[in-house]
C-alpha cells in the first residue's frame, strides 16, 4: 500500500496538452478581470469575457477527450489521498464550465450580446432579467470563483506534495 515507486505512464498528449492550456485560459481570464478591477477599462472586461467563453469551449472540447482517452494507472497512494485526488478533479472540470457559464448568463440577462474578440458575438438569446443577471453575478463572483481557488490551491499543493515529500514524479505524468 506503501510503495510509492515512480510510475512514468503518462497521460496522453491531448490530455496534456488540455490540462496546461485550460491553466493558462484561466490565468489570462483571472488577470483581465483584476486589469479591468484596477484599471477601469471597457477593453479588459471584454476581453474578460472572450477569454472567458474560450475557456468554456476549451473545457467542452476537454470533457469530450477524456471521455474518449484512457487515464494512465492511478499512482499508489492511500484510498483517502485517491478519492480526494477524483472528487477534486471532477469538481475542477464541473466549476470550469460552471463559472463561464454564470458569466455568459450573467451578461445574457443583464441584455449585453457578447463579442468574440471582433470575430463574432453571442446575441442576447433570453429575455433579459435583472433578478437572474444578479443571481448569476452572485455565483460568478461569490460561491465558484470561490471553489475554484480553493481546489485550485488544493491542486497545486497536492501536486508539490508529491513532487517534494513523496517524491513520486507525479507531475512527469502530465507535463
Ligand atoms: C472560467 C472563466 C471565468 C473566470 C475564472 C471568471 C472570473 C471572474 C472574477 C474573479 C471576477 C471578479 C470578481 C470580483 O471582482 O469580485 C469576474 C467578474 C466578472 N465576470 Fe468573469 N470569469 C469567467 C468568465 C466570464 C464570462 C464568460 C463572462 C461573460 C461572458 C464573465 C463576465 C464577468 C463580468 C461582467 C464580471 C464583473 C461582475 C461585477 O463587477 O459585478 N466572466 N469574473
Ligand atoms: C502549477 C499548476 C499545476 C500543476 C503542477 C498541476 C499538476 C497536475 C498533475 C500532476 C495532474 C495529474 C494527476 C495524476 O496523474 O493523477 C493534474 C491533473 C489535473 N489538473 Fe492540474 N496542475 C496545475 C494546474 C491546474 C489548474 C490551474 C487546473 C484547473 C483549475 C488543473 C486541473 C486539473 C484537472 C481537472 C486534472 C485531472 C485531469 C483529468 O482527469 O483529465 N490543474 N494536474
Redesign the pocket.
Known amino acids: 500500500m506503501n510503495n510509492t515507486h515512480s510510475n512514468l505512464t503518462k497521460?496522453s498528449f491531448a490530455?496534456r496538452f488540455?490540462?496546461w492550456i485550460?491553466?493558462i485560459l484561466?490565468?489570462i481570464t483571472w488577470t483581465m478581470i483584476f486589469l479591468y478591477d484596477n484599471l477601469d477599462s471597457n477593453l479588459y472586461i471584454g476581453l474578460h469575457k472572450a477569454f472567458g467563453v474560450s475557456l468554456l469551449f476549451w473545457m467542452i472540447a476537454?470533457v469530450i477527450n477524456?471521455i474518449f482517452t484512457k487515464?494512465?494507472p492511478?499512482?499508489v497512494m492511500p484510498k483517502w489521498q485517491m478519492l480526494l485526488?477524483q472528487l477534486s478533479?471532477f469538481a475542477?472540470?464541473a466549476?470550469?464550465i460552471a463559472m463561464p457559464i454564470a458569466g455568459l448568463l450573467m451578461s445574457l440577462y443583464g441584455g449585453r450580446p457578447v463579442d468574440m474578440f471582433g470575430v463574432f458575438q453571442i446575441p442576447v438569446f433570453v429575455t433579459p432579467d435583472r433578478g437572474l443577471a444578479r443571481l448569476f453575478n452572485d455565483w460568478h463572483t461569490g460561491i465558484i470563483w470561490s471553489m475554484?481557488i480553493a481546489?485550485?490551491v488544493l491542486?497545486?499543493a497536492a501536486?508539490?506534495y508529491?513532487q517534494f515529500v513523496k517524491k513520486d514524479n507525479?507531475?512527469a505524468?502530465?507535463k
Open positions: 497521460w490530455s488540455f490540462h485550460s491553466a484561466l490565468l476537454r477524456r487515464a494512465p492511478a499512482v485526488s478533479h475542477l472540470y466549476l470550469l475554484i481546489f485550485t491542486h497545486i501536486a508539490l508529491h507525479l507531475i505524468r502530465i
